[in-house]
């Protein structure tokens, strides 16, 4: 609980007028976070509230450095983001308008959490194919995941056919047939 509420902007308790506030997004941070892209970063996030009568304007400048897993050979890269996002909130019951920019705070609730959103302008900046530069992949473990992911990806798709594959659901196949080849050695 304690961390977490380290994210969170008191956004009611707030006079108008503009905020400031720091955070550092590191593997703990990541770790809470539990999104499916990125599990460990260093990123400085530097948060400007802008209240005003009725609603408030957040500016989240992001830079820094996560680690994903390269898709050829999976190990970890580090992936490079800079960049700036905003939000709108607002007071209000119905969450049927909010989108992609808005987000609607209850007025009683009165903060907001900040935590998944910052992991979500983060990960919206990684590019969807994170590869090594030429050369730096581990070439064996890059041959070896060729080679298996067909059979995985096939025995994935009969599992999830008659259903059995729900405790699976959010694993990557690829580790399976990494860990299976380091069992076997
Ligand atoms: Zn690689």
């Known amino acids: 609980m304690g961390r977490e ?6 956004l009611k308790d ?5 905020h400031q506030y ?14 499916p892209l990125v599990q460990k970063g260093n990123i400085e996030a530097n948060v400007t509230v802008q209240k005003s009568e009725h609603s408030f304007l957040l500016t989240f400048r992001l830079d820094g450095t996560v680690k994903v897993l390269c898709d050829r050979c999976l190990e970890e890269i580090d992936q490079p983001i800079s960049c700036e996002e ?11 308008e909010e989108d992609d920019q808005l987000v609607v705070v209850s007025e009683e609730e009165g903060e907001l959490d900040l935590s998944w959103y910052m992991y979500e302008f983060v990960a919206l900046h990684i590019p969807i194919r994170h590869v090594h530069p030429d050369g730096e992949c581990n070439e064996e473990t890059a041959r070896i995941l060729r080679e298996h992911l067909t ?3 096939n025995e994935a798709e009969t599992e999830e056919e008659d259903g059995s594959a729900a405790t699976n659901r959010g694993t990557d196949p690829r580790w399976d047939a990494l860990k299976k080849l380091k069992d076997n050695n």
Do not use: H, M, W
Request: with cysteine.
């Open 86 to 96: 905003c939000l709108t909130v607002k007071f209000g019951e119905d969450k049927s």
């Open 5 to 10: 509420e380290a994210y969170i902007v008191p």
């Open 151 to 153: 059979v995985e990806r």
């Open 22 to 35: 720091q955070y550092t997004l590191d593997d703990k941070f990541f770790e809470e976070v539990n999104g």
């Open 14 to 18: 707030l006079e108008v007028g503009t």
